[in-house]
């Protein structure tokens, strides 16, 4: 069983910085893609952001610039840092594994439970 756990999230004043870290644990072979998604109240999930096992970063047009992505591929981790962040930047931040090898699974998806992300103007 592979779980995703995030941390980090909180309350900010519009202009500061947070940094986002999720781990997932279990027997885990390999992991393709690593990534954020977002979703505030009344709209759709977005990506935010994602690397490859390869180190290949995508990025939301919206924070491109001001939101970095990194991953430890030995330690089945990735990090958010999010810097001048603005209250459109606030929602419930999610952690994701696709294409997730394990010795029970091959290619499988998972998620995390999400972390609150808060921007005050």
């Known amino acids: 069983q592979v779980q995703l756990v995030e941390s980090g999230g909180g309350l900010v004043q519009a202009g500061g910085s947070l940094r986002l870290s999720c781990a997932a644990s279990g027997i885990i072979f390999s992991i393709n893609t690593m990534g954020w998604f977002r979703q505030a109240p009344g709209k759709q999930r977005e990506l935010v952001a994602s690397?490859?096992?390869?180190?290949?970063?995508n990025y939301a047009d919206s924070v491109k610039g001001r939101f970095t992505i990194s991953r430890d591929n030995a330690k089945n981790t990735i990090d958010l840092q999010m810097n001048t962040l603005k209250p459109e930047d606030t929602a419930v931040y999610y952690c994701s594994a696709h294409g997730v090898r394990t010795i029970a699974t091959y290619l499988s998806d998972y998620w995390g439970q999400g972390t609150q992300v808060t921007v005050s103007s």
């Open positions: 690397v490859t096992s390869g180190g290949s970063a």
